[in-house]
Antibody, heavy 118, light 107 residues
Framework: QVQLQESGPGLVKPSETLSLTCTVS??????????WGWIRQPPGKGLEWIGS???????YDNPSLKSRVTISVDTSKNQFSLKLSSVTAADTAVYYC??????????WGQGTLVTVSS | EIVLTQSPATLSLSPGERATLSCRAS??????LAWYQQKLGQAPRLLIY???NRATGIPARFSGSGSGTDFTLTISSLEPEDFAVYYC?????????FGPGTTVDIK
């Protein structure tokens, strides 16, 4: 059974960079079948796809985030990571990592709340 | 970017009733449409992929239909655990987008 777990600071100051890591257990991140993605959900609102990465390093991200997103993968640690730069209060959200099979998200982490505040 | 709209925003029903949720895409997504269920404080759960295929472990009371721009999620007889928010999501191209959600609450 694949499990995903997000980790990282729960509080980030405005204009700084949000950094999160997703650790995958119960399966290899290097499999050729899957992408690995980040999705966020502002409090009381809907879901927004942030970006996805293949184990080879190929990435796709949401143009609405205006090139603030960097997603990377560390196959030796079975982890992938998200960096979101120049954050504002609008970036306050629960951030989820998820496994993506054919761009459907079939396994999700529990989510981690990141608050942007000084 | 493909925009997904969902209707109604809220559906108030009683256990045992049939729920019909709609998702419309701003352009054709073929059959590349998924549905997710999200309960309060939990991560979303994949219910249906490619318009009509149930994900692993999803009960038969959940069914999906549609193609092109119009899609429907049907819950044939609501169980108490089905009261939740439901999102549609397309995978037709990048960027992936989600609909705004439909809340199914207890009447």
């Amino acid at each position: 059974q694949v499990q995903l777990q997000e980790s990282g600071p729960g509080l980030v100051k405005p204009s700084e960079t949000l950094s999160l890591t997703c650790t995958v257990s119960g399966g290899s991140i290097s499999g050729s079948t899957y992408y690995w993605g980040w999705i966020r959900q502002p409090p009381g609102k809907g879901l927004e796809w942030i970006g996805s990465i293949f184990y080879s390093g190929t990435t796709y991200d949401n143009p609405s985030l205006k090139s603030r997103v960097t997603i990377s993968v560390d196959t030796s640690k079975n982890q992938f990571s998200l960096k979101l730069s120049s954050v504002t209060a609008a970036d306050t959200a629960v951030y989820y990592c998820a496994r993506s099979k054919a761009r459907n998200f079939d396994y999700w982490g529990q989510g981690t709340l990141v608050t942007v505040s000084s | 970017e493909i925009v997904l709209t969902q209707s109604p925003a809220t559906l108030s029903l009683s256990p045992g009733e049939r729920a019909t949720l709609s998702c419309r895409a701003s352009q054709s997504v073929s059959s590349y449409l998924a549905w997710y269920q999200q309960k309060l404080g939990q991560a979303p759960r994949l219910l249906i992929y490619d318009a009509s295929n149930r994900a692993t472990g999803i009960p038969a009371r959940f069914s999906g239909s549609g193609s092109g721009t119009d899609f429907t999620l049907t819950i044939s007889s609501l169980e108490p655990e089905d009261f939740a928010v439901y999102y549609c999501q397309h995978r037709s191209n990048w960027p992936i987008t989600f609909g705004p959600g439909t809340t199914v609450d207890i009447k």
